[in-house]
């Protein structure tokens, strides 16, 4: 379904589309129909289309659930911890996570150059992912910085449990795909959902080589929103 809505600002007709639809932001994507800026005689205003996001259909095919899991287990490695390091990282993640009030088992899933991959398992992996994974966002930056105390700031902790972070990647990956289609038929942009660097990163280098596209991040703080365009729209 598509719906028009327009306000003094951009964000003030996000917020109206928003609340009329009962609808939370990361549940539509917006296309900029029409600004107007404030001038002498005219009040400045934004016009936008809310598409909503279950009426998206990629274009383009990706993994299968069991290719998903297959590229996950090449991955998998020895998942018990081997040196101090990894004995009283995983043992903080443990720790953590049940003070939390949370079973858990944490073991090593992968290692490679500067990154170590750890696998969470709980009867409560929805809790620990949390909405679009930040809560698991959370426990991984806590885990970074204890790495970093521990000497070892090189090394990059990746949190994952229940495949979150693989099956996030691909829904992003189809997101962009799907977001572009829209773009360059409309000549338009859309402003997504906001995201974490690792995400927003993925949506620059997924569209890049698109060339009648481009990306670029807006907003402050860690979670800012990418907008997907038609070269040539500002």
Partial sequence: MTY???????????????????????QFDVEILETQKNSLFKKGYVRIRVHTL?????????????????????????PLPQGEFEEKLIGFIKEMIEKMGYDVKVNVSYREDKKLGIKLDSSYSSILIGRKGKNLDAIQLLANIYAGRL???EVRVILDTENYRIRREESLVRLAYTTADKVRSRRNS???EPMNPFERRL??????????????????????QVRVLYKGIR
Avoid at 59 to 73: A, G, V
Avoid at 203 to 224: A, C, F, M, Q, R
């Fill in 203 to 224: 949506i620059h280098t997924t569209l890049n080589d698109i060339p009648d596209v481009e990306t670029k991040s807006e907003g402050d703080g860690l979670y800012k």
């Fill in 54 to 78: 279950d009426d998206s259909k990629p274009s383009h095919s990706f993994m299968e659930d069991q290719d998903i899991e297959e590229k996950h287990s090449r991955l998998v490695v020895d």
């Fill in 4 to 26: 028009e809505y327009e306000g003094k600002t951009e964000k003030e007709a996000i917020e109206i589309a928003a609340n009329e639809l009962g609808l939370e932001r990361d």
């Fill in 151 to 153: 000497g070892h700031e």
């Fill in 190 to 192: 859309i402003l997504l």
